[in-house]
């Protein structure tokens, strides 16, 4: 039972990771109708910016001395992460996918296929291939019930990611922003034409789905332990099944979906066997597509000639 | 190719002739580091003109060809050792019996990624393409999953077939390049049939193509199909030129090799399939010293060509459309 | 695409005069070389695992600098020639050719993994040239033929070495083993260890395994810590080690690891801290109760680069050792007569002990065990074969 629980916990923490990333792609696919394969580096390079920005504000100093990271410091190393994720989501964005927005669809995909490698392969240049131990930006606190241990750590990031998802939820449903948001996802073409700003709205997605994705880099930098240039593969790829699996464009979708994720290749790496843990995501991704495509939340739409 | 049927005979019997015969001046005079790289240029030939078929002809996308080769690359193996032994014990052993039982096992190969094409094809080639891109990402992470956990496949530490005999290396200059001859000139002459013309329709507008009563799951499935099946006969060559294989080397860059294979040659163009997948065996040797940099070059040649030409360097375009003074069939259904 | 159509006729005179360059160089041009003696090198230079290469590269290096200092092999200089494999074994079996084509290489000096020397050890069989691998310890390498030789011990000894320490030294009657599925190394040692520890009279409590890339082992170490065991086997490489480590300290899992010669590199302590205290692995020497020979090396490497020598580069450095020595015993640096040399090997004076080359093409070596203590691995003790 013991066993039970905490695999449970591990598998919330992990998939809390997993929602905040799936946000991530599944706004830009609500306004751009692209996978942007891009998006798993841009929670990559989030998590090596709160690396840096937590060795620049001199984590090492405290770590040495034996005392906690002070928490507005803390706070701070996650808002440089997020500001420079969110920027390089808008360069991303600028220098690559909009000079194709109105080639055929096959053509942004591969330009995404390019930038993620591009990305990623520049980091194992940057930051070598290395693994990193992540700072403790945060002092591991353990707490025992019956058996089971959970860290704050575990529950920073339940707390965290939730906090971040109801501030997406309502950004999406009160501001300004959020309506021309939704509306360019309906259709971009008509939202053009009600005087909506797309290209705005655009850059705003891009942004706030990369900072969503540096918050998940930080707190899977804390998580895991370390962080090396290749992260952003597997879990991005997770986290796009993630929204496909809640119904891809769906916010509320994409929560669920990491969850489910999340939890499904724990309990498959603690019952059936850690060698299958990938594997099952892409299992659920095939089930999703043969029984329901749209998702578990997501609307049937049909394509438009 | 309106030519009568004895010529037909006469050039396709001087063809073999030709490569034979330029298969054993290779290895009379050129050292083998060179002969090694000549056959990854045909075995790139045979990859890159498959993928094209998917990602080029018919506008859907794969990511996960390394894991139809390796499906064929594994196969392919076990039947050559399995048939080695038996073969030469019923034509002796030489070059008759390497032949044979090289394409016994690459036919067995190409059939077992066959069937992995349609097991994955029919599920995800009812949506768009680009969810067919995760699909198969994630179908040729899985085979190399699987592979790593199968025991009697060596494991991780890759199959070299039993000890003594082992693995052998079967594959030569003659049979590759008669295999991509053959993969050439047949999905040349499939990109210009009328299933040929319906793949372009589907790339081109998917829904105006149903609407003409183009059946267009099923051609996307054949057609993925097919293209399994020649990765996994390039897989079988590879396993039978290493002489073993392992999970490893079929990594997802496997498959971004060949993409930009087809991507630098042109979506959509046989003959610039060619000229990437040569390209690409000649610069990874070229560019040996700069490792650490190629994909870094790859990833960006991919978004640039995206940019400037969406097609890729020769678009849909034969390279000798122009030299026949006479426009293709693929390139009156270009927009 | 005017442009590309006008270069196309330019890039085939290129590729044909690359070609022309290409041709076999006639017996005559070989025979009469007087030059520097070529000993290759094909390492993972890039990659995951590069920095494996690496240090068998500097190492290797170092051997080779010290030879000639002391005016090299019968009045000829090595030089030793490294490329990169990138991992990839259809890379391994090009470079080898490459070293033997182009470099005309007289010796080889093979990768750390296995199954890339397997498969550059097939290349430099069939084209009769001898290889010597400096860490590949699956026994599969010199089964290869009988032109491939290595200077480490192999898997099934050195998994031996760890079920003794942990039964006999430790007294440990239950472990559990966390392998890593997708590297060929971690399975042989595991494979070694469970048959040696269960004949012993040991038990495995429970077996776990995860995939070289993982990071997180939650699940596997949440598993383990609800069975008997008293200690993990964990042969993995140092990466995957250092998480496993830092995880099963927060899992509140006291139990001491155990691991083989996969664990040693810097980084091992810079990721796991302290949560490696007490643990234990076997490996090639030990630094610290090294003969004079290898402080010798330890002195002149971290002279030299800066950063202590791992194990890996310890075997590099005795590789080319053997090689020379090879070189010495043999009138012309013919392959055959080179390989009947390095078959003959005794005792040659290595950092890693005396090197002793048997009639399967290994050495005879004993391992020695490092006990973890404040962050630096000590000698605990000695397992002759």
Redesign the interface.
């Known amino acids: 039972m013991s066993q039970f629980l905490q695999q449970l916990i591990n598998g919330l923490s992990l998939g809390s990771i997993y929602a905040l990333i799936a946000l991530g792609y599944t706004m830009v696919y609500g306004v751009l109708r692209l996978i942007n394969f891009a998006h798993g580096e841009v929670f990559m390079v989030g998590a090596y910016a709160g690396y840096y920005a937590a060795w620049l504000l001199g984590v090492e100093r405290f770590e040495a001395a034996g005392q906690g990271f002070p928490l507005y410091l803390a706070l701070l190393v996650l808002a440089v992460a997020m500001g420079a994720a969110a920027l390089l989501g808008v360069l991303v964005e600028a220098l690559a996918y909009r000079p194709v927005r109105s080639a055929p669809r096959l053509t942004p995909l591969i330009t995404a296929i390019g930038v993620s490698l591009l990305l990623q392969n520049v980091a194992l240049l940057v930051f070598s291939p290395n693994p990193r131990r992540y700072p403790a930006i945060l002092t591991e606190v353990r707490f025992e019930f019956a058996g089971v241990i959970v860290t704050n750590v575990k529950l920073t990031i339940f707390v965290l990611a939730s906090l971040l998802m109801v501030g997406l939820h309502l950004l999406i449903q009160k501001t300004s922003w959020g309506r021309g948001a939704r509306a360019t996802s309906a259709n971009l073409d008509a939202a053009e034409l009600m005087g909506i700003d797309t290209g705005q709205v655009i850059r705003w997605t891009f942004a706030t789905g990369s900072a969503l994705a540096a918050a998940g880099g930080i707190l899977f930098g804390l998580d895991q332990i370390t962080i090396n240039p290749q992260m952003g593969v597997l879990t991005g790829i997770k986290a796009f099944v993630a929204a496909v699996l809640g119904g891809i464009g769906n916010i509320p979708g994409a929560m669920l979906g990491g969850i489910l994720i999340g939890l499904a290749e724990q309990f498959t790496a603690g019952y059936l066997s850690p060698d299958y843990r990938d594997a099952i995501t892409f299992l659920i991704l095939i089930a999703v597509l043969l029984v329901k495509p749209q998702g578990l939340l997501g609307v049937v739409r049909t394509e438009k000639v | 190719m309106s030519k009568s049927p004895t010529l037909r005979v006469v050039v396709v019997a001087t063809l073999f002739v030709a490569l034979f015969l330029a298969g054993v001046a290779l290895r009379a005079?050129?050292?083998?580091?060179?002969q090694?790289?000549v056959l990854?240029a045909g075995i790139n030939i045979i990859l890159a003109v498959g993928l094209n078929l998917i990602?080029g002809t018919t506008?859907q996308?794969s990511?996960g060809h390394a894991g139809f080769m390796a499906i064929g690359a594994y196969a392919a193996a076990y039947v050559g050792v399995l048939l080695g032994p038996l073969v030469e014990g019923w034509c002796g052993p030489g070059l008759l019996a390497d032949g044979l039982t090289l394409n016994l096992a690459l036919v067995v190969g190409a059939f077992f990624s066959a069937c992995a094409g349609l097991l994955?094809g029919i599920?995800?080639l009812?949506?768009?393409?680009?969810?067919l891109?995760?699909?198969t990402?994630?179908?040729g992470?899985?085979i190399r999953?699987?592979f790593?956990?199968a025991e009697f496949l060596g494991?991780?530490?890759?199959y070299?077939g039993d000890?003594p005999a082992g693995l052998r290396e079967y594959t030569s200059f003659f049979w590759v390049y008669v295999w991509a001859l053959l993969v050439v000139v047949g999905l040349y002459n499939l990109t210009f049939s009328q299933m040929g013309r319906s793949l372009v329709a589907i790339r081109e507008d998917e829904?105006?193509a149903e609407?003409i009563a183009t059946p267009t799951t099923r051609l996307k499935v054949q057609a993925f199909v097919i293209s399994a099946a020649t990765a996994g006969i390039a897989g079988g060559l590879?396993a039978h030129m290493?002489?073993?294989?392992?999970?490893?080397?079929f990594r997802?860059e496997k498959s971004?090799d060949m993409?930009v294979m087809v991507?630098i040659g042109g979506?959509g163009s046989i003959s610039g399939a060619v000229l990437g997948g040569i390209f690409v065996a000649?610069t990874?040797?070229l560019m040996?010293?700069l490792?650490?940099?190629r994909?870094?070059i790859?990833?960006?040649?991919?978004?640039v060509i995206?940019?400037v030409r969406?097609r890729g360097?020769?678009?849909t375009?034969e390279?000798f459309d122009?030299w026949k003074k006479k426009s293709g069939p693929s390139q009156g259904s270009r927009a | 695409m005017r442009p590309l159509r006008r270069a196309l006729p330019y890039g085939a005179v290129l590729l044909g005069a690359w070609a022309l360059g290409a041709c076999k160089p006639s017996a005559e041009e070989l025979a009469n070389a007087t030059g520097d003696i070529v000993v290759g090198h094909y390492a993972s230079m890039t990659g995951s695992t590069a920095h494996f290469g690496q240090d068998t590269d500097k190492a290797a290096r170092l051997a080779v600098d010290e030879i000639n200092a002391e005016g090299g092999v019968r009045g000829r200089k090595l030089r030793l020639v490294t490329l990169d494999d990138r991992g990839d074994s259809a890379e391994a079996a090009n470079a080898v050719n490459r070293l033997i084509d182009v470099e005309h290489a007289v010796a080889l000096l093979g990768e750390v993994a296995s199954s890339l020397s397997l498969a550059g050890g097939r290349i430099a069989q069939r084209r009769r040239v001898p290889m010597v691998s400096s860490a590949s310890t699956n026994p599969k390498v010199t089964h290869v033929g009988d032109y491939v030789f290595r200077v480490c011990f192999l898997d099934p000894f050195q998994g031996r070495v760890m079920a003794v320490f942990a039964k006999k030294h430790l007294g440990l009657s239950s472990v559990a083993i966390l392998r890593d599925v997708r590297n060929d190394y971690s399975i042989g040692l595991s494979d070694a260890f469970r048959k040696s520890f269960v004949e012993l009279g040991g038990t495995i409590a429970v077996e776990q395994s995860y995939a070289q890339g993982d990071t997180d082992f939650s699940a596997q170490l949440t598993a383990i810590r609800a069975s008997s065991a008293r200690a993990i086997f964990v042969p993995g490489y140092y990466s995957e080690v250092a998480t496993i480590a830092r995880t099963a300290q927060r899992l509140g899992l006291t139990l001491p690891l155990l691991g083989g010669d996969g664990w040693d590199a810097p980084d091992l302590f810079k990721i796991a801290g302290d949560a490696l205290e007490g643990s234990f692995f076997s490996n090639h020497f030990a630094p610290d109760m090294a003969s004079e020979r290898a402080q010798r090396f330890v002195a002149e490497f971290t002279k030299r680069y800066g950063q202590a020598p791992t194990g890996l580069g310890a075997l590099g450095y005795d590789g080319v050792l053997v090689i020379a020595d090879a070189l010495r015993r043999t009138k012309t640096v013919e392959p055959k007569a080179l390989r009947d040399a390095l078959a003959a090997t005794r005792e040659v004076d290595g950092v890693t002990g005396k090197i002793t080359i048997d009639a399967d093409r290994n050495p005879t070596k004993s391992a020695v065990v490092l006990r973890v203590t404040s962050g630096h691995a000590k000698y605990e003790t000695t397992i002759a074969p």
């Open positions: 005079n050129v050292i083998e580091y060179v090694r790289i990854l990602n506008g996308f990511l994955i599920p995800s009812r949506l768009r393409g680009d969810y891109a995760v699909v990402l994630g179908f992470e899985i999953i699987v790593t956990n494991s991780a530490t890759g070299f000890e829904i105006a609407a590879f290493q002489a073993g294989i392992r999970p490893e080397d997802f971004i993409l991507i979506l000649v990874l040797e040996r010293d490792a650490q940099y994909l870094v790859y990833a960006l040649l991919l978004v995206m940019i969406p360097l020769l678009g375009r390279l122009t």
